[in-house]
């Protein structure tokens, strides 16, 4: 990792002692993270079904990050109703050499949330609620995190591909290869076959047994979806 020492975050260990053999390390995606960590690059992707834990994992490294699992900066937000997994607690972060300790959280679910919380504070950029989610989401891109180009930083999405047309999941892959080039690392959870293609990405796949890295080509996600496209017929839609 001596490549990537500058990295807000290098590697997600989970602290050493006896794990809970219950939720969430029944899955495993996170008993293999208990047992061998996970080291990040630049921009890293998870890509994965439900259920095999991606979330989870992005929810629990943003929230030891110090970012609130509502979503938003590290300027944490109270929940009415906490549902994030214990596993946040049982993680270490390995940092690297940035200063940089800025960092924000996106994730599909509470962006509403997320959206009416920064229009009602002081300081609002944007009237995000007249905008489609869509639009929403790539202007918070461009203003919110785009004027951190340069400074680094930590920014984390769980599945940004909900609301995303075709071309906006285009422009926000661009847009995360840019952020990426300008010091901001980048860490993903999506279903997206175009999101999983953003140039230069470090690709982590999960199953039910747990992880391993994969090209794009090799992903399941990207077969179905060729699948699907040559003849839907296969899948039962006729």
């Given at each position: 990792?001596a490549?990537?020492?500058?990295l807000?975050?290098r590697?997600v260990?989970?602290?050493?002692?006896?794990?809970?053999?219950?939720?969430?390390?029944?899955?495993g995606?996170?008993?293999?993270?208990?047992?061998?960590?996970l080291e990040?690059?630049?921009?890293?992707?998870?890509?994965?079904?439900?259920?095999?834990?991606?979330?989870?994992?992005?929810?629990?490294?943003a929230?030891?990050?110090?970012?609130s699992?509502e979503?938003?900066?590290?300027?944490?937000?109270?929940?009415?109703?906490?549902?994030e997994?214990?596993?946040?607690e049982?993680?270490r972060?390995?940092?690297?050499l940035?200063?940089?300790?800025?960092?924000y959280?996106?994730?599909?679910?509470?962006?509403?949330?997320?959206?009416?919380?920064?229009?009602?504070?002081?300081?609002?950029?944007?009237?995000y609620?007249?905008?489609?989610?869509?639009q929403?989401?790539?202007?918070?891109?461009?203003?919110?995190?785009?004027?951190?180009?340069g400074?680094?930083?930590?920014?984390?999405l769980?599945?940004?591909?909900?609301?995303?047309?075709?071309?906006?999941?285009?422009?926000?892959?661009?847009?995360?290869?840019?952020?990426?080039?300008?010091?901001?690392?980048?860490?993903?959870?999506?279903?997206?076959?175009?999101?999983?293609?953003?140039p230069?990405a470090?690709?982590i796949?999960?199953?039910?047994?747990?992880f391993?890295?994969r090209?794009?080509n090799?992903?399941?996600?990207?077969a179905l979806?060729?699948?699907?496209?040559?003849?839907?017929?296969?899948?039962?839609?006729?």
């Amino acid at each position: 990792m001596a490549a990537f020492s500058s990295l807000p975050v290098r590697e997600v260990v989970v602290e050493a002692g006896d794990l809970d053999p219950g939720w969430p390390f029944t899955l495993g995606a996170v008993s293999q993270l208990a047992r061998d960590g996970l080291e990040l690059s630049e921009l890293t992707i998870l890509v994965g079904e439900n259920g095999v834990g991606k979330s989870t994992m992005i929810e629990a490294i943003a929230v030891a990050y110090g970012l609130s699992p509502e979503g938003g900066s590290t300027n944490p937000r109270p929940s009415d109703r906490p549902t994030e997994s214990p596993l946040h607690e049982r993680i270490r972060l390995v940092r690297g050499l940035s200063r940089s300790r800025w960092g924000y959280f996106l994730r599909a679910e509470t962006m509403h949330g997320l959206l009416t919380y920064l229009e009602q504070n002081p300081g609002a950029d944007a009237a995000y609620h007249e905008r489609s989610h869509g639009q929403a989401f790539n202007e918070l891109l461009d203003t919110k995190l785009g004027h951190m180009a340069g400074r680094g930083g930590f920014l984390v999405l769980d599945e940004p591909e909900a609301g995303l047309s075709f071309t906006s999941q285009i422009k926000v892959a661009n847009q995360l290869a840019e952020l990426r080039d300008h010091g901001i690392q980048v860490l993903m959870a999506t279903h997206s076959p175009i999101l999983a293609a953003t140039p230069g990405a470090q690709i982590i796949e999960l199953d039910e047994a747990g992880f391993r890295p994969r090209r794009w080509n090799e992903l399941a996600t990207v077969a179905l979806y060729r699948r699907f496209i040559t003849d839907p017929g296969y899948f039962g839609l006729e």
